[in-house]
C-alpha cells in the first residue's frame, strides 16, 4: 500500500515559512539586548526584557489566535500574522529610546504569537493523518535549522556590519517569510456550529483542554532547555571551550537531521510512549555528560545526545497535544500547547538566571539532569496514565455496545 505523500507544494512551503519566521526571531533574540546595553546605554535588567516583552505578548496573543483560526480560517489568520510580523521588523530602524524599542517588541511578539499558531495548525491539517509523527518532525527541524543559522546571522551582522545592516537583514527573512506563506494554498478546518459556540465557554474558546496536560509536561523540560539557550555559551568560556561554543547547536542539528526519518516513523508505528521514555533518559544523560565536560569530545557528545533526546520530545508533544484534539479545534490545541510551552521557557529563563548566580554552571547542569528524570514522572502521569484510563474506558464502552 502507498503512503501518502508528506512532501507536498504546501507542506515545503509552509515549512520554509516557519524556518524564515523563527530565523527572524533567533537573528534579534541574541543581538538586541547587547544593541540596548551598547547603543541605547540602557541597564541589564532593561536589556533582558526586550525578550521577555517579546515572549509574554506572543503567549497572550496564541489563545486569541487559536480562536481566530477556528472561526476565520488558517490562511486569513496566517497572511495577517505575517504582515504584523514583518511591519514591525521594518519599525526597529526608527526608535532611539529602550521605551520605543519595547513598543516595537510588544507588536513584534503579537505577530509572532500569532503567525506560529497559524503555521502549526496548517501543518497539522495538511499532514495526512497516517504521518503525522513524521511529518511534524519534519516540520520542527525548520525550526531547529533556524535556531542554529540565526545566532550565527545576526552576531556576524551586528560585529562585522552594524545594527542598520543587522535590521535591513531581519527585514528581508520576515518578508521571505511571508512571501512563502502567501503560496500556502487555502486551508479552513471545521467551522463550529452558532449553537456550539454559544454553548462553549469563553475559556474554552480560548484553550483546549485536551492539550494542557502534555502542555505541562512539555513546559517543564522547557525549563532545563532555557537553561542550555541561555548559559550554554558561557559555560564553554568558563570550561576553556570557547573555540567550540558555537558548535553546540550545529552538533545539535545534524543528530536531528540523521534521526528524524527514523524517530518520526517510528512515533507513527509505535505511539509516543515508545519514543518519549527513551528520549528522556538521552536528554537527561545529556544533561549530565555537558555538566562533566572538560574537552571538546564530552562536549559535543552532550550536543548530540541532548539533540536527540530533546530535539524529538518537543515534536513528539506537539503531535499529541494536536492527536488529542477534534480536527476543528487543532488551531486552539497548538495554540494552547505553545502558549504553555513558551511560558516555561520565559520562566525558566529568570529561574534560571538566579540559580545560575548562585552556583557555577556544571552544578547547574548537574542538577538538570535529575530534573529530567522526574520529567519522565510527570509524563506518566499526565499522559501515560491518562492514555490507559482512555483506551480501556473505550474498550468497555465498545463492549456495551456489542452486548
Known amino acids: 500500500m502507498n503512503k501518502p505523500k508528506l512532501w507536498s507544494k504546501d507542506f515545503i512551503s509552509v515549512s520554509l515559512s516557519n524556518f524564515f519566521l523563527f530565523l527572524t526571531f533567533y537573528i534579534l533574540l541574541v543581538t538586541l539586548p547587547s544593541y540596548a546595553m551598547e547603543e541605547l546605554h540602557s541597564s541589564s535588567s532593561m536589556a533582558g526584557l526586550m525578550t521577555t516583552v517579546f515572549l509574554l505578548s506572543a503567549i497572550v496573543s496564541r489563545p486569541l489566535a487559536g480562536q481566530w483560526l477556528e472561526r476565520s480560517g488558517n490562511k486569513k489568520v496566517l497572511l495577517t500574522a505575517l504582515i504584523i510580523f514583518a511591519s514591525a521588523s521594518l519599525l526597529y ?15 513584534h511578539g503579537i505577530g509572532f504569537g500569532m503567525a506560529t499558531t497559524a503555521v502549526g495548525t496548517i501543518v497539522a491539517d ?24 540565526g545566532p550565527f546571522v545576526g552576531l556576524l551582522a ?28 487555502h486551508t479552513k478546518t471545521e467551522q463550529p456550529s452558532k449553537i456550539e459556540v454559544l454553548s462553549t465557554s469563553s475559556f474554552h474558546r480560548l484553550f483546549e483542554a485536551s492539550a494542557v496536560p502534555i502542555a505541562i509536561v512539555g513546559s517543564f523540560m522547557a525549563i532545563v532547555y532555557s537553561a542550555l539557550l541561555s548559559f550554554v555559551s558561557i559555560y564553554a568560556h568558563e570550561i576553556h571551550l570557547a573555540s567550540v561554543a558555537s558548535l553546540f547547536f550545529v552538533v545539535y542539528a545534524i543528530v536531528l537531521l540523521i534521526s528524524r526519518p527514523f524517530t518520526g516513523k517510528w512515533l507513527d508505528q509505535y505511539g509516543p510512549n515508545v519514543i518519549s521514555y527513551p528520549c528522556i533518559a538521552l536528554f537527561a544523560i545529556g544533561m549530565f555528560i555537558l555538566s562533566q565536560s572538560s574537552g571538546v569530545f564530552t562536549f559535543l557528545l552532550s550536543a548530540g545526545m541532548i539533540g536527540l533526546g530533546w530535539g524529538t520530545l518537543f515534536p513528539t508533544f506537539q503531535t499529541i497535544a494536536i492527536q488529542d484534539a477534534e480536527p476543528r479545534k487543532r488551531g486552539v490545541a497548538t495554540a494552547t500547547f505553545l502558549s504553555i510551552y513558551d511560558t516555561g521557557i520565559a520562566l525558566g529563563s529568570f529561574l534560571v538566571g538566579v540559580i545560575a548566580a548562585k552556583m557555577d554552571y556544571s552544578s547547574l547542569y548537574f542538577f538538570c539532569s535529575f530534573y529530567i528524570l522526574f520529567g519522565a514522572v510527570l ?3 499526565l499522559h501515560t496514565r491518562k492514555q490507559a484510563s482512555s483506551t480501556k474506558v473505550k474498550k468497555q464502552q465498545t463492549k456495551m455496545q456489542e452486548i
Not at 127 to 146: D, H, L, Q
Not at 158 to 185: E, N, R
Request: charged residues 5%.
Open 93 to 107: 530602524f526608527f526608535p532611539t529610546t529602550i521605551s520605543g524599542f519595547l513598543v516595537i517588541r510588544l507588536l
Open 126 to 149: 495538511i499532514i495526512p493523518a497516517s504521518r503525522r509523527g513524521e511529518g511534524m518532525g519534519y516540520f520542527v527541524m525548520s525550526t531547529n535549522m533556524a535556531m542554529v543559522i
Open 158 to 185: 551586528i560585529q562585522q556590519w552594524g545594527p542598520q545592516i543587522l535590521f535591513s537583514l531581519s527585514v528581508i527573512v520576515a518578508i521571505a517569510s511571508l512571501l512563502t506563506g502567501l503560496s500556502v494554498k
Open 379 to 381: 509524563y506518566y502521569f
